[in-house]
Every structure is written in structure tokens, then in C-alpha cells.
């Protein structure tokens, strides 16, 4: 079983360009598995999949978490499946998880951060980054790896590079190209 997951893992590298954190994720969710069977068999089951999941739980796992874990080894189970590694498409599913709503900003909160002044530069380059954060809606890591070349101050445009190395044009506002100049 081992060999077919470093098989996988090659592939989805190499063949479907995935990401390195996207590899990591699956080793991630392999070792988690492996906590629950440090040997494991040579054909997976459901009743394996079943006290993979019972062993996460008892070791006071969330929900979210085990889910997480879950589509890994789903996204394994499938590989196999597609591979005729397996005769049956086994598939996890995920557990039931609680929906939080995600707490904003209050308007209050946006003006104070919006007309805040800062004095150095260390601040002048933080509010830099709220601000694009606040017109654009863009990912932190991908405001975090923004160059000078990814922005066109003439069109008030941006170029960012998103999850899965996806690039994405997106607009900021007149008032954003005033405070980067």
C-alpha cells in the first residue's frame, strides 16, 4: 500500500502539476491514517475506512479535521479505484460539521482602519496591505507575494497568483492607487 501511495503522490506531481502544499496535505492526511493503522493491509475496506475514521474521533479530533483527513485519503481511494488498484469505488463520507458564520468587520472598524495615518514606515507598509485587503478581497499569501510587476497602476489593475498556481486579474479602486503612491 505504501508503494501505491508514493506512486499517487508522483503522479499527482508530476502529471497533475499539484501543488507542493497540496502534496504535503497528502502526506498529512497518509500519516493520519497511519496513526490509526501503523500496518496496514494490503486491500483497504470499509471496515477499515469505518475505524479510521472511529479512531480519529476518540482521539478528540473535530469534526472539521477528521473532514479534512477524510478528502485526502478520498481523493487516494479514488487514484486507486481509477488504477483498478481496488474493484470498488471506496469513498468516505465526510462527517456532519457545525457552520460558523465567519465575524466581520463592522463599518465602524473598516473607517477607523481606512483613515488610520500611519507614521513609519513599517506602518505606512501594513496599512498598504489592509487597504488591499479591504478593496480587493484577495487572499493574505496572495497580497503577500504581490511584486511591483503584478500591479498596472494604469489600469488599476493587479495580477495575483492563487491556489493551485491560478492567476486572476483583478481591479482595486482609484483610492487604492492613491495610497500606493
Not at 23 to 28: A, K, S
Not at 93 to 101: A, G, N, P, R, S
Request: net charge positive; with cysteine; aromatic share 10%.
Amino acid at each position: 500500500m505504501e508503494q501505491l501511495f508514493e506512486q499517487f503522490v508522483r503522479e499527482k506531481k508530476f502529471l497533475n502539476n499539484s501543488s507542493d502544499k497540496t502534496i504535503l496535505f497528502y502526506r498529512d492526511s497518509w500519516r493520519a491514517l497511519h496513526k490509526c493503522f501503523p500496518v496496514l493491509p494490503d486491500q483497504l475496506t470499509r471496515q477499515y475506512l469505518v475505524e479510521f475514521i472511529t479512531h480519529m474521533r476518540e482521539r478528540g479530533l473535530s469534526p472539521v479535521s477528521c473532514n479534512v483527513y477524510i478528502r485526502g485519503i478520498n481523493s487516494f481511494l479514488t487514484w486507486l479505484y481509477e488504477n483498478e488498484h481496488l474493484a470498488e469505488h471506496l469513498k468516505m463520507k465526510q462527517l456532519k460539521e457545525e457552520h460558523k458564520v465567519i465575524k466581520t468587520f463592522s463599518e465602524a472598524q473598516l473607517r477607523a482602519i481606512i483613515c488610520y495615518k500611519p507614521k513609519t514606515d513599517t506602518q505606512r507598509r501594513l496599512h498598504a496591505l489592509l487597504l488591499l485587503l479591504i478593496d480587493t478581497g484577495i487572499r493574505i499569501d496572495e497580497a503577500l507575494t504581490l511584486t511591483k510587476d503584478n500591479a498596472d497602476l494604469e489600469n488599476c489593475l493587479i495580477t495575483v497568483t492563487g491556489k493551485g498556481n491560478k492567476e486572476r486579474i483583478i481591479p482595486f479602486s482609484m483610492e487604492y492607487r492613491k495610497t500606493l503612491f
